[in-house]
């Protein structure tokens, strides 16, 4: 069998389908491809380039670190960058320590590792985790173990054993699931991304807030794609009305460089030993330095004030879509929107805003979704809903 490839991409292993355009250069919300096209960019590379395509912000931490001289050391040695970016990010959440790694999935199996430490303490069997219907955690197998998409679950089983998807609507799954016994884990996203831009239904934060409190069970929150910012709060998880004991990090961390974060409480922290877990590439001094400045940035009140009006103007304009016949439902907060059709493949929106010079990206089958950069002109922000309305 031939892997499906892109022509001039066919030494690459053929996961991805990338889209028509090769970009050669970015700026703010904008991307040139190689004939110099210009393209209104409302996925911010999955929600990465927060800041936009050629921040100030980042390229001047990236300069720092580099006139320093000190990109990488390991972490058999210490440097300034990861304590003070770890510092930062207790001191503005519920968490008392970080794990830094490079991605997503890195940050959930960490999370996941350090839930089973946590529960195997003072000879305790707790190893089971329990993740929630539609779920995206990450591609690699503890991640992937939690993650309730077929398509990409079962070329690869079996997975990571003791891991339950459970729907929350199906009276007495939760409940019967998570086991003081056995429990050592609850995993969710405060707004499901891959899974369709769906917020937790109502009531589901208490509950899983009572159920992970009741068995002793942790509460891990991945805000790989809704933390920092996204959704107009700097964490999704205090509107969400979740109590962590675990959050995970990645996407906008380093503004576009790879970076993973899992925070933990002191109680997790002090389940772990030297050796348990580690990273070679890990909280590095050019990713962390480049981190600690898109943190700081973005957690100005003015900043996320600025998220939240241009979430009202998304609002307004995505009411006015609401009522069309090809549109199911609108969903999401902040810059993190998912449209919902019916009988129109997402696809095939994604495509015509494409060539309108629109870039989105889908969610599932059925609902596309927009991840502009969080700082995106007003003027861009207009011009792009237009160009969607005008794709759909
Ligand atoms: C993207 C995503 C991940 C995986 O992140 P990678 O960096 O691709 O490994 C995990 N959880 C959520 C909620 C995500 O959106």
Known sequence: MTPQTASMDGSLVGVYRPAGPVFVAGSGSWLEDDGGRQYLDFTSGLGVAALGHDSAVVAGAVRRALDAGLVHTSNLYRTRPAPALAEWLTEHSFADAVFF????AEANEAALKFARRWGRKGGAAKTEIVALRSSFHGRTFGALSATDRAAFRTPFEPLLPGVRIVDPAEPGALESAITAERTAAVIVEPIQGEGGVR????????RLNALCHAAAALLIVDEVQVGLG????????TAAGLHPDIMTLAKPLAGGLPMGATLVTRQVAESIEPGDHGSTFGGGPLVATAALAVCQTIATLPFLAGVRERGRLVDARLAALAGRREV?????VGLMRGIELVGVPAGDVVGRALGRGLLVCAAGPDVVRLLPPLNIDIDDLEHGLELLEASL
């Not at 917020?199 to 208490?206: R, S």
């Not at 996204?230 to 998880?237: D, F, I, P």
């Open 328 to 332: 199911r439902e609108v969903r999401g």
């Open 230 to 237: 996204r959704t107009g709060e700097l964490w999704a998880y």
């Open 101 to 104: 790694s490079n991605s997503g």
């Open 199 to 206: 917020p937790l239904p109502e009531g589901l934060a208490e």
